[in-house]
Nanobody, 120 residues
Framework: QVQLVESGGGLVQPGGSLRLSCTASGSIFRIVAMGWYRQAPGKQREVVAIDIWGGGVSYVDSVKGRFTISRDNLKNTMFLQMSSLKPEDTAVYYC??????????????WGQGTLVTVSS
């Protein structure tokens, strides 16, 4: 059993910053990749950023230069530093993880989501 728990959402003014965190816990053999997705009201869920552990990080064009992924390997925790926030960044942000849970293999897990509201 693996759980992803997010925190750090909230209300912020345009131009402000927030940092989201996501901690994976449970029977983890190895984390293959973790990422952030978001879903705005009335829209489909979209990828924001993906960190392939041992590989690289990629961002959707709309957040490049404003959002940064980092992680604490020992704590199986990923962070999303969001700066220069815009109203269009308002969404529920979800943590996603592709995690090796041997002997079952690599499975995909989702967090419960955390709401980010950018508004004056």
């Amino acid at each position: 059993q693996v759980q992803l728990v997010e925190s750090g959402g909230g209300l912020v003014q345009p131009g402000g910053s927030l940092r989201l965190s996501c901690t994976a816990s449970g029977s983890i053999f190895r984390i293959v990749a973790m990422g952030w997705y978001r879903q705005a009201p009335g829209k489909q869920r979209e990828v924001v950023a993906i960190d392939i552990w041992g590989g690289g990080v990629s961002y959707v064009d709309s957040v490049k230069g404003r959002f940064t992924i980092s992680r604490d390997n020992l704590k199986n925790t990923m962070f999303l530093q969001m700066s220069s926030l815009k109203p269009e960044d308002t969404a529920v942000y979800y943590c996603n993880g592709d995690i090796d849970v041997r002997p079952s293999g690599v499975r995909t897990y989702w967090g419960q989501g955390t709401l980010v509201t950018v508004s004056s």
